[in-house]
């Protein structure tokens, strides 16, 4: 059975299990503090099981893209060297939201598994929880039971608290598991060691391929764990490991969820998968990293130095290195695969099909650079080659070796290689200690307490009702301590709120809670999933005082005349430049609007132009918002509203419409365009492969700008003595000053050879070297190096420093000749770094030539006597 029929033949299953089929959430994780990326198939349901929110439907199935490099679960350093881990995986899963619970989800497990997959019984062992004494819980007797009904008492195992108490992190809902293991190994290995003895020892053929989760708490921040409102099933099934126990695979990457992409590989690397161990980790750790890229940049998180987006980076990064080092890849490569990802997935996660020029021309030019750069670290490494040429202790220290990894890219075992290639080694401990001090600066950064909410009224969703009234009378019904970096603030939630949530691009509201006795400030509102919550900086004397919620009104209006253009403005962006236009980020707040997206060359100051004025039009046009709430989202779709890729929608979706631009969308919006008063673009520019960003002002702050830009022609204009023609004014000036430029460089340049014929005149010969240690002054940097060049050129066996005073600053150069460094063991680079010592600076540079900078310029008299002593 191939991946694709074993994939629909689960999500058939459940169908007839009466469950609801839905859409995977993007691999991002945009609204849940907690979680950087989806790891888990029940991330988009934690509000359900938190009791948040109430599910339309109490059973649903799907196949969920899950990505597992950062945080509790983080498979990255395994991936590729064994055979079962991954980055991206798929999981399958089945749901139930207070409605069955753990008798039906065995038996169900158990039919799909045996009766429709047909997987050897013999082969399938079970697990259940066996107690913790530690959180006070008994063994799970019931699903011990349950199971004793199905399979022999001697296939169950009980486990640890380790191995079958799911929890997704440190905080929320959790429970006892029950999974299911196959042995996967040969009849003759099966009857040597029996498989109930390889459970859970990371055996590559003993693996678990389905894990049923029966969620009854929550773990608090405390540790507690309480009851949640009702009992649910979670279910996580690796559809890779299922893909390999049917297709009767020792390995998921010889199933055809991998096979494909392994061969393709190998077959542009001229190599054979299953005949060298190097080369086959690097064709796995490939295959397996561009799933995960390409899902991620479909999913709309690009590449870049920050965030999630570094994550996704350093994948890529992981992937080429391999390439790079295994397989001779010196050209990207990785980008090629999509069209087979796509062959292969694209009918199920339809984003990347749509995206898939797009995702390709991203990952090619990720390569691009970091090829560029794994470039520029083997010059670095060949640099300090050469410094370490005639030292005895021939030992690359871990400051630099960490400076490779954290600059350039390159991984501690990668630098490890190439010196060893080259006779050096690399100081380890140092190595590590510097990794060390990074995660120490990146854990203080991030250290943030978070504490348990109290509850003081429970209700299922809060009211939000800002769209039409910025205040509103509202009750305090949880709230909770917050501490990060020795501050405490405190978060709340009301019942009813005017306060818009940050979401969408579109920042969050501020303001005030006012109640009889006391005014509190409001900071921010942020989005917990679907809980809107309110940041203060204490908590009211009462809280369960009555209080009336106030929006700053003046920021929301200015949010709002922001958050329109851009609406406006992607509408323009596909008039002018053509309809592969998409969205790939924004920032709307009171100041300014910042809007990304998709297109892959500069715009010309005409397309600018014709963008800016199209959105003007509109303006002037003063069209009405025809604004459209609870539309379902296939009718939104057939009025021409764009779904972002990235995004999750329910069913229901918010609709807002100014004349022939319509999106989907949840943020706050003028009554009409004619309220945003003007729209003015400030700055286009690139931010990733294929994205650009413009950044823009409207209503007040347009006008400010326009006024400030009149003011400064003015202020020139007096400065010319107001010419009739400015332009020609300062082209004018621009000449005369270039003209000027060239007579100023022309008598440098005769004075500097003048000083050469004074320095050839002070050169000493001793023996077979040519000796010139010299002060000098000189008008810049450019000057000292073009007269040490031709100094050297000149001279043979030339030894020469040169301790020059640029226009006040010291700066040393040591140049010389390539014979001495060879056959004296000479090197410019260390002696150029003892001499800045005495000018309290320091340098470097090839062993023939290096140069210093330094602070103090009474040290350059030091610098000659100490050059002459080390002649």
Known sequence: MDSKSVRQKFLNFFINKNHQIVDSAPLVNKNDPTLMFTNAGMNQFKDFFLGNEEPKNKRVADTQKCLRVSGKHNDLEEVGLDTYHHTMFEMLGNWSFGDYFK?????????????EFKLPKDRLYVSVFGGDEGDNLEVDQEAFDLWANIVDKDRIIFGSKKDNFWEMGDTGPCGPCSEIHIDLRSDQEVAEILGKDLVNNDHPQV?????????????????KLVNLPAKHVDTGMGFERLCMAIQKKKSNYDTDVFTPLIACLAEKANVKYGVNEQTDIALRVISDHVRAIAFAVADGQLPSNTGAGYVIRRILRRAVRYGFTFLNFKEPFIYELVDILDQQMGEVFNELRVQKDFVKRVIEQEEHAFLKTLDKGLKKLEGIKSELADVKDKVISGSLAFELYDTYGFPFDLTSLIARENGLYVDEKGFAEEMQKQKNRSKADAVKETGDWTVLKKKNKVEFVGYDQLEAESSIIQYRIIKQKGKEVYQIVLDKTPFYAESGGQV?????????????KVLDTKKENDLIVHLVEKLPTNVESKFTAQVNGSKRKMTMNNHTATHLLHHALRS??????????????????????SHFQKMTDEEIGSVEKMVNVMIRENLQLD??????????????????????????????????????CGGTHVQATG?????????????????RRIEAISADAAEEFINEQLHLLDEVKSLLKSPADVKTSIQQLVEEKNQLEKEISALHAGQTQNLKKEILASKEVNGSITKIIKKVSLPNADALKQLSFELKNELNNLFLVLAADIQGKPQIAVTISENLVKDKGLNAGNIVRELAKEIQGGGGGQP????????????????????????
């Not at 894990?211 to 540790?223: D, H």
């Not at 057939?638 to 999106?663: H, N």
């Open 207 to 223: 693996v678990e391929i389905w894990n049923l989760v029966f969620m009854e708490f929550n773990r608090q921040a405390s540790g």
């Open 848 to 871: 023939f030539y290096a140069t210093a900078g330094g602070k103090d310029i009474s040290g350059l008299e030091r610098v000659v006597e100490k050059a002459l002593n080390i002649v």
């Open 508 to 520: 969050g509201d501020n303001g005030y809670l006012e109640s009889d006795s006391e005014r509190l």
């Open 103 to 115: 008798k039906e989800a065995i038996e169900w497990a158990w039919e799909l598994l045996t009766v």
């Open 675 to 691: 309220n945003i008063g003007y729209f003015k673009i400030i700055s286009e520019s690139s931010i990733a492969a294929g994205v």
């Open 627 to 664: 604004e459209r709430r609870n539309m379902p989202i296939d009718e939104a779709k057939s009025l021409g509203a764009m779904a972002l890729f990235g995004e999750k929608y329910g069913d229901q979706v918010r609709v807002i419409k100014f004349g022939e631009s319509v999106e989907l």
């Open 576 to 597: 002018v430049l053509g309809a592969h236009v998409e969205q790939k980020g924004s920032l709307v707040n009171e100041k300014i609007l910042r809007f990304d997206f």
